[in-house]
């Protein structure tokens, strides 16, 4: 009866899913170019660019960033290399990053790319 049960709710699981669409904003640009022919006649030509602002690039500080977090973000490692005023990376050790809350946040800033410096 378990077997049955797990087969047919992992069936209606799969036929869901096909069924979803994207969780992400997708952008889509169409252009309009008008090609003249050796022949003297015109066509349209249309091309559509598809892109996500989700993605994001991946740049080299970020790579510095993460690494410095992981091994001296006790010290603020991260914060020094990134630019943070002196005052806030002198609370963040004496906080131990917040009791962890900054260390997290930043971390998810680093990696999104959205913390000021990068």
Do not use: C
């Not at 008008?34 to 740049?59: F, H, M, Q, R, Y």
């Not at 806030?88 to 906080?95: D, E, S, V």
């Amino acid at each position: 009866m378990k077997t049955k049960l797990t087969i047919a709710l992992m069936s209606l699981f799969m036929l869901v899913s096909g069924l979803s669409y994207a969780s992400f904003p997708v952008e889509r640009q169409t252009t309009q170019e008008t090609v003249l022919l050796d022949n003297g006649s015109t066509v349209e030509k249309t091309s559509t660019v598809i892109s996500s602002p989700a993605a994001v690039l991946w740049s080299e500080s970020q790579t510095i960033a993460t690494l410095l977090w992981f091994f001296l973000g006790f010290v603020a490692g991260h914060r020094w290399y990134l630019g943070s005023p002196i005052g806030w990376n002198i609370l963040f050790i004496l906080t131990l990053g917040g009791l962890g809350i900054w260390a997290l946040i930043d971390l998810i800033d680093i990696l999104t790319g959205n913390y000021p410096g990068l």
